[in-house]
């Protein structure tokens, strides 16, 4: 399964193009934008499953460095402070990553 099997192929795109700059990702705009936060609960959850790359249920700050280069391989890296930034928006048990149910959680609402 690819993210485009969920999301269109131009909202990603332009998605990404909306936070080129560094520090300038917000992750409510972006969801938004690449049509994430319209999907589905189960859908969400795949595509957790897709950007947790270790497999290990859930997405830590070494994974979200690169959080955008998920959705397109030539997107810049996250920067320190965004991914700081992500994981305390999300990270609702202070265990210093973002599990399933706090992405979805983060995503839908």
Known sequence: MSLTSILSAEDIE????????PDSFCYKRFFRLCGLSSKTPQEVQNVFQMLD???SGFIEESELK???????????????????S???????DSDGRIGAQEFQMMVLT
């Open 53 to 55: 790359d270790d497999n």
């Open 14 to 21: 332009n998605a990404v193009k909306d936070c080129q700059a």
């Open 66 to 84: 690169f959080f955008l280069q998920r959705f397109d391989p030539g997107a810049r890296m996250l920067t320190e402070a965004e991914t700081k």
């Open 86 to 92: 992500f994981i305390s928006a999300a990270d609702d």
